[in-house]
């Protein structure tokens, strides 16, 4: 999944759905709140929540201010659908791991992986969520309290099995959530993730810390850290896959299309590069010849712009096809450099 994770996803399905055949204005106006939603993440993921305008978000939903305002009352309530939309679906996501395991600790260990691994997947919802909506209105800020607390039930089941001196505190599974959060964000803001799977190891041994004795707590870091060291293998593995089976257009496929080549694998490296930065990039002296070539990918639905808007340049992003067929055309360069 791209960084713009799931909600342009659903973008691009709506999409393809409009170009097949007509809709219902409500399905008409649930596609608009939709790109709107992943408009507001891109905003947010990039200019931070104080750079975020109403006129900008409507920009790059390719809707007007009149259509943003139909669906939302103001610029937090469209911030609250984000976080609404992002924030339950991490806490359905944990609370369905933690509810698949027989133990507490495999249950423990089980949310906090599948949590990471999502944050991972999609860094530019991860971004949003973890140091930007900390920042938003009171209502942003209740909801965000409101779905850390219903993590708090899963930790507290530790305390019915203490094996610590003395049972803790009410209040433990409530800080240790509340720690979990701090520390993401954090790390987040300093840089240092992602991937944030790394920190699995110890931020387990954070949430079981007050239930366990040391060297249970000890056993759950070493478990976490084994289970972090294989999901990052399997990353590895994945990243780089066999040449992918997928049949280039002619558009690219003939000997002289080497510009067109050379602009696939240039978005590909840079998303949301401008028509000079291309055109830099893929040595095009004519920012002219850099538009004709990048509209005539996106006629063959391989690249979907971003209007910059007024004194702002557009943007250029690969659509999931345009990522298969760059991936096949970086396959095809590393087999012919293997080759020589």
């Avoid at 960084?3 to 219902?24: I, K, M, N, S």
């Avoid at 106006?29 to 408009?39: P, V």
């Avoid at 305390?159 to 954090?186: D, F």
């Amino acid at each position: 999944m791209s960084g713009q994770g799931r909600l342009t996803q659903l973008a691009d399905d709506d999409d393809a759905r409009l170009r097949h055949g007509p809709v219902t204005p409500e399905r008409a106006r649930e596609i608009q709140r939709t790109r709107i939603l992943d408009a507001m993440v891109c905003e947010v993921g990039e200019r931070g929540l104080r750079g975020v305008t109403i006129a900008k978000v409507s920009t790059r939903a390719g809707v007007s201010r009149s259509t943003f305002y139909e669906i939302f009352k103001d610029l937090d309530s469209c911030v609250l659908a984000v976080l609404r939309q992002v924030a339950s679906r991490s806490t359905a996501v944990m609370s369905k791991a933690f509810a698949a395991e027989a133990s507490w600790q495999d249950g423990v260990l089980a949310a906090l992986s599948a949590l990471l691994e999502s944050l991972d997947r999609e860094p530019l919802l991860a971004r949003v969520c973890l140091p930007e909506m900390p920042a938003g209105s009171p209502e942003v800020l209740e909801h965000r309290a409101r779905e850390l607390a219903a993590l708090n039930p899963l930790v507290d089941v530790g305390r019915k099995q203490s094996r610590t001196n003395g049972e803790p505190v009410e209040l433990t599974a409530e800080a240790s959530v509340a720690s979990v959060a701090g520390i993401l964000h954090s790390r987040l803001v300093m840089g240092e993730a992602p991937p944030f799977i790394a920190l699995l190891g110890q931020l387990v041994g954070l949430v079981v810390c007050p239930y366990l004795d040391p060297d249970d707590v000890v056993a759950e870091v070493e478990r976490g850290e084994a289970l972090a060291q294989t999901i990052a293998e399997r990353r590895a593995l994945s990243s780089s896959p066999p040449p992918i089976a997928v049949q280039l257009p002619a558009a690219l496929s003939h000997p002289g299309a080497y510009r067109a080549r050379s602009c696939m694998t240039f978005i590909a490296a840079n998303p949301g590069a401008s028509n000079k930065q291309i055109a830099a990039g893929i040595d095009v002296p004519h920012l002219g010849q850099v538009s004709e070539l990048l509209a005539r990918l996106a006629r063959g639905g391989l690249l979907r712009k971003h209007a910059g808007g007024a004194g702002r340049p557009n943007q250029w992003w690969l659509t999931p096809h345009g990522e298969q067929i760059a991936q096949a055309l970086e396959a095809r360069k590393r087999h012919i450099d293997t080759r020589s």
